[in-house]
């Protein structure tokens, strides 16, 4: 599968462009599109979460702000233009700064985060031949970039010179690293079957034969536990301790205001998509039609043909959208775990499995 970036260096190439120039532009042209992608995820999710959670709570939620005279009234999309009124607030808003903070790391570590989700994204591929770049370790470096995070996080709690950010800190800095195992292992368990590390050979697996959720029990209990892992890791509730309001105000974000908490802001957003991508990528078929297997008569046959470039990335994004949904559905359905509760679950209960789940499957693999 070509990447983008060999497309876009081999376009450029026929116009007689500098070597350094075009390499500079095979980097900075994804980037500012995934950026882009990232800016508008955030503004649809907020807006998409708002609406969610007034549905559960039987409100309306934002219905009165409008777009180009437009508002919706009390329909789904109402008040519409609330989304790019919350932007301009946050991105015109004054940045504070605590006296005694470490302004250069406070600056500093919402960007780091932020880079951590753009570096994740650049091997997550949104169809076959849309990818940034197709790495033949692509499960791994997801993997890898997805704990870059983790060091921003730390940076803007102690930065930031307060206590509560650095007991939110050292809280996420423990819940990611912890919970990054588990995802391994969950993973490893894809790599076994498939014996691969590219994300579009594991695709094509599930292509040949089924997805891989379905493949056996050890493989749906490998997505249980990966899913579950993500939520805890993209610090989404139950598992928000890092920034328990009842606990720690807003944990390692309390110091930050206007356009850098919208950046942490923004990277949350961008991980929950990224983890439901490759959820849906590893487990759920990727960009492949779902009447490929489900074959039933009152179906038209044509339906089953409802593939190709297009079509993949509409089913890609529909999968990871609903994993979405699922996440902000746990935000109001329970409620959030104790720090001692959030380990137990993770180092005696999901790991155990985890590794229990590798070895099964194994077997399973040499049997079947």
Not at 195 to 208: A, C, E, R
């Amino acid at each position: 599968m070509i990447s983008t970036t060999d497309t876009i260096m081999s376009y450029f190439s026929t116009i007689n462009f500098d070597q350094n120039l075009l390499l500079v532009l095979a980097i900075a042209i994804p980037g500012v599109v995934i950026f882009l992608v990232m800016t508008l995820n955030v503004m649809l999710s907020v807006y998409f979460e708002r609406k969610v959670a007034a549905f559960m709570q039987d409100r309306l939620g934002p219905m009165e702000v409008g777009l180009f005279g437009f508002k919706g009234g009390k329909k789904f999309w109402g008040g519409i233009g609330q989304i790019i009124a919350d932007t301009i607030k946050l991105l015109t808003k004054e940045d504070i700064m605590p006296d005694d903070a470490d302004k250069k790391l406070m600056f500093l570590s919402p960007f780091i985060i932020i880079t951590g989700a753009i570096l994740t994204f650049v091997a997550v591929p949104f169809t076959e031949g849309l990818v940034v770049s197709n790495f033949n370790i692509g499960l791994l470096y997801i993997i890898a970039m997805s704990s870059v995070g983790v060091i921003g996080v730390i940076l803007a709690g102690w930065s930031s010179n307060n206590k509560w950010s650095l007991y939110g800190a050292m809280r996420s800095a423990a819940q990611i690293i912890s919970y990054e195992i588990p995802i391994g292992l969950s993973l490893l368990l894809i790599v076994v079957t498939v014996g691969s590390l590219q994300m579009n050979d594991i695709v094509s697996w599930q292509d040949n034969n089924r997805w891989f959720i379905i493949h056996s029990p050890f493989a749906f209990i490998a997505f249980f536990i990966f899913f579950i892992s993500v939520v805890a890791e993209t610090n989404r509730t139950p598992f928000d301790i890092p920034e328990a309001e009842s606990e720690l105000v807003a944990g390692w974000m309390t110091e930050f205001s206007g356009f850098k908490w919208s950046i942490f802001f923004m990277s949350e957003y961008a991980n929950m998509l990224i983890v439901s991508m490759v959820a849906s990528i590893v487990f759920l078929g990727g960009w492949l039609s779902p009447f490929k297997i489900i074959h039933l008569p009152f179906i038209p046959e044509s339906w089953y043909l409802l593939d190709g470039f297009y079509w993949g990335i509409f089913w890609l994004l529909s999968k990871a959208i609903f994993l979405v949904f699922v996440m902000m559905w746990f935000r109001w359905t329970f409620p959030r775990l104790r720090v001692d509760q959030l380990m137990y679950v993770c180092w005696k209960v999901f790991i155990p499995f985890s590794l229990a789940n590798l070895f099964l499957i194994t077997l399973w693999e040499l049997i079947f």
